[in-house]
């Protein structure tokens, strides 16, 4: 059995381990699902009111949070859904097309 960190681009479809014995947690964050992005959301501070609402709304857990306020986006993780845009209340949060 492979441990998900083993387990890569390279690796034959034959050595894979079924999904239902992968036991490791977290192993998300080894992931950059950063790329997947088309549309990214722009943090603008001064508009923001640090009421923390977008926080538990990310799916991806990309809002961090440091002495109570937060901070500019996980671009490692984001992947550009854009609920952080529509549910916050300051317009602290801009969305606009994913420039490579």
């Known amino acids: ?3 998900a960190a083993e387990i890569n681009e390279h690796t034959p479809w034959q050595e894979l381990t079924p999904g239902a014995e992968i036991y490791e947690p977290a192993t998300s964050k080894l992931v ?4 997947w992005r088309t549309m ?3 943090f603008i501070e001064d508009k923001c009111k640090h009421c923390l609402i977008c926080v ?3 799916p991806d857990s990309s809002i961090p949070v440091a002495e109570g306020k937060r901070t500019d986006f996980d671009f490692m993780h984001c992947k550009g859904c854009g609920i952080c845009y529509k549910v916050c209340p300051f ?3 801009q ?3 994913e420039e490579k």
Do not use: L
């Open 40 to 42: 990214t959301p722009i």
């Open 56 to 58: 538990p709304f990310c």
């Open 1 to 3: 059995m492979r441990k």
């Open 32 to 35: 950059n699902t950063g790329d």
């Open 95 to 97: 969305f606009e097309k």
């Open 91 to 93: 317009g602290a949060i």
